[in-house]
Each structure stands twice: as structure tokens, then as C-alpha cells.
């Protein structure tokens, strides 16, 4: 079956600096990857996806980049403020057989004001 | 918007006991789905249903059951409760199948004594 990792498991930058997250899949049938923000004590929540046939997805601050060849998709958060800290999960899926999303193990992110 | 509702927020059993974590969904979703999160493992599929009725296993199904006998509601069972079992609980569910977003409940956090 799938599986995802996810890099770095903790992640502190400065208030104001970027942050990346990133992710490989296994499954190269995989064509569904949406990221996850899960702020203390709250329930996971839908920040971005992106679909296979795209490569690049912007969204304000955050973006998500996907490589198809490498098999893995990054999140890009720039000017980073204190209210973006929190747990992100990438994840991955596909259309055919088991049709269910695969989490990473999460990235602590903490924003130093 | 979507609301995803489970029945406890804590719950604490005995060892051996019998379990029900109940979700209910309130938009007509055909997908629910059970996860399990544990620190550094992110979340872990248990079962999940497409219809009715139906029911998959996910990566980590041993000691758990499901029952779907309405749309709106999965239930996760835990037919003898084991103190590995200690854990968050999410719910959620997807409109088309898992290659789409998912909406998460607040989550069942259940302790085995």
C-alpha cells in the first residue's frame, strides 16, 4: 500500500522567515495530495491540495509544489506569523483500488516571535 | 458547512470492556472514515465505508469493528478494550471518496485503564 513520510517531525524559524515541509509518496498512482494544519487541542483541517496534473499551487502565504518523476510534494510557507504554529500533515491518495488518504507523521511547526 | 459530530470527547474504559465511538455527519457524505493519532505516527487509517453497509479495513484494523447501518453514521467498536488502545479517535468524512478533502470531527480522546 502507500506510504508517506514527512520531513522534518519539528520545524522553528523565526516570526517573519519561511518554512518548508516535505513529503514522498510510494505510490506513483497517487494523484491526490492535501496538507492538514492541526492547531492544539482542535481537529485537522484542509489548508491546501493540489491534483496530479498540476505542479505549482499558491494560495496567499502558503504554497504547495509537486514532483511526479521524484514522487514528492513539498509545503512552502512564506513570512511566517506566530498563529501559523501548529502540526501539518501531508497525505496522499488516488482514484483507483483504496481510495483513502495515507497521512505523513506530522510536522511540529513553531514560529518564534 | 460540513459538521462532523462525535458522541465523547474523553472517554475512559477498563480493560476488557466493550467500546462504541460514535460519528455522525450531517451533509449527506457517502465516505466516513475512522483514523487513530498517536504522537509521531500521525494518523493511522482504521476502516472506512464508501456506502452503506460497507465497510473496508485500513492499515491497522485488528481489534476494531465498524458498523454503518445509516449514511450519516459510523460507528467504530472496540470489541475488548486493551490498554494499547489508548488514544486520540478522528472521524471524518469526504462527498466523493478518499481522492477528496476530508472533514474531521473534534476527535475522541479514550483512555484504557
Known amino acids: 500500500g502507500e506510504n508517506v513520510e514527512q520531513h522534518p517531525s519539528t520545524l522553528s524559524v523565526q516570526e517573519g522567515d519561511s518554512a518548508v515541509i516535505k513529503c514522498t509518496y510510494s505510490d506513483s498512482a497517487s494523484n491526490y495530495f492535501p496538507w492538514y494544519k492541526q492547531e492544539l487541542g482542535k481537529r485537522p483541517q484542509l489548508i491546501i491540495d493540489?491534483?496530479?496534473?498540476?505542479g505549482e499551487k499558491k494560495d496567499q502565504r502558503i504554497a504547495v509544489t509537486l514532483n511526479k518523476t521524484a514522487k514528492h510534494f513539498s509545503l512552502h510557507i512564506t513570512e511566517t506569523q506566530p498563529e501559523d504554529s501548529a502540526v501539518y500533515f501531508c497525505a496522499a491518495s488516488k482514484n483507483t483500488g483504496r481510495r483513502a488518504l495515507t497521512f505523513g507523521s506530522g510536522t511540529r511547526l513553531q514560529v518564534q516571535p | 458547512d460540513v459538521k462532523v459530530t462525535q458522541s465523547s470527547r474523553y472517554l475512559v474504559k477498563r480493560t476488557g470492556e466493550k467500546v462504541f465511538l460514535e460519528c455522525v455527519q450531517d451533509?449527506?457524505?457517502?465516505?466516513m472514515f475512522w483514523y487513530r493519532q498517536d504522537p509521531g505516527l500521525g494518523l493511522r487509517l482504521i476502516y472506512f465505508s464508501y456506502d452503506v453497509k460497507m465497510k473496508e479495513k485500513g492499515d491497522i484494523p485488528e481489534g476494531y469493528s465498524v458498523s454503518r447501518e445509516k449514511k450519516e453514521r459510523f460507528s467504530l467498536i472496540l470489541e475488548s478494550a486493551s490498554t494499547n488502545q489508548t488514544s486520540m479517535y478522528l472521524c471524518?468524512?469526504?462527498?466523493?471518496?478518499?481522492?477528496?478533502?476530508?472533514?474531521f470531527g473534534n476527535g475522541t480522546r479514550l483512555t484504557v485503564t
Open positions: 471524518a468524512s469526504s462527498l466523493v471518496n478518499g481522492n477528496s478533502p476530508l472533514h
Open positions: 493540489i491534483r496530479s496534473n498540476v
Open positions: 451533509m449527506d457524505h457517502e465516505n
